[in-house]
C-alpha cells in the first residue's frame, strides 16, 4: 500500500513539474504577445506528447526536430512558423504514441520474417 502511495506522490509533483514548465514556457513568451504566449504553451505540449510517445516507445524520427525548430523560430519573433511546428509535432507525438500502444500485440506474419 505505501508503494502506491509513494507512487502516488511522484505522479502529482510530476504533474505539477509540467504544469509549472508550460506556465515558465509561456512567461518567458513576450507578454505583450498572446499569439506568442500559446505558441509556447503549443510547444511545451509538443514536447510531453513527444515524451509520452518516447515512454512506449513509440517517438517519431522527426519529432524532436520539429519541436527543436519551433523554439528557434520563436526566439526569432516567427510566430506563425513556431505555432505551425509546434503543432505539426504534437500531433507526431499523439500519433506515436497511439500507433506503439496500438501495435503492442503486433504478431508479423510469417512471409514478412527473413
Given at each position: 500500500?505505501?508503494?502506491?502511495?509513494?507512487?502516488?506522490?511522484?505522479?502529482?509533483?510530476a504533474a505539477l513539474s509540467m504544469t509549472a514548465g508550460s506556465a515558465l514556457a509561456s512567461d518567458t513568451a513576450?507578454?505583450?504577445?498572446?499569439?506568442?504566449?500559446?505558441?509556447?504553451?503549443?510547444?511545451?505540449?509538443?514536447?510531453?506528447?513527444?515524451?509520452?510517445?518516447?515512454?512506449?516507445?513509440?517517438?517519431?524520427?522527426?519529432?524532436?526536430?520539429?519541436?527543436?525548430?519551433?523554439?528557434?523560430?520563436?526566439?526569432?519573433?516567427?510566430?506563425?512558423?513556431?505555432?505551425?511546428?509546434?503543432?505539426?509535432?504534437?500531433?507526431?507525438?499523439?500519433?506515436?504514441?497511439?500507433?506503439?500502444?496500438?501495435?503492442?500485440?503486433?504478431?508479423?506474419?510469417?512471409?514478412?520474417?527473413?
Amino acid at each position: 500500500m505505501r508503494k502506491y502511495k509513494n507512487l502516488g506522490i511522484l505522479l502529482l509533483a510530476a504533474a505539477l513539474s509540467m504544469t509549472a514548465g508550460s506556465a515558465l514556457a509561456s512567461d518567458t513568451a513576450t507578454a505583450a504577445d498572446p499569439k506568442a504566449a500559446e505558441a509556447a504553451e503549443v510547444i511545451a505540449a509538443a514536447d510531453a506528447a513527444r515524451k509520452k510517445a518516447a515512454s512506449v516507445e513509440g517517438e517519431w524520427r522527426d519529432t524532436g526536430k520539429f519541436i527543436k525548430q519551433a523554439k528557434k523560430a520563436l526566439e526569432a519573433g516567427d510566430v506563425d512558423k513556431a505555432m505551425k511546428l509546434a503543432k505539426k509535432a504534437k500531433a507526431e507525438g499523439e500519433l506515436g504514441y497511439a500507433q506503439a500502444v496500438a501495435q503492442k500485440e503486433l504478431r508479423m506474419p510469417a512471409y514478412l520474417k527473413y
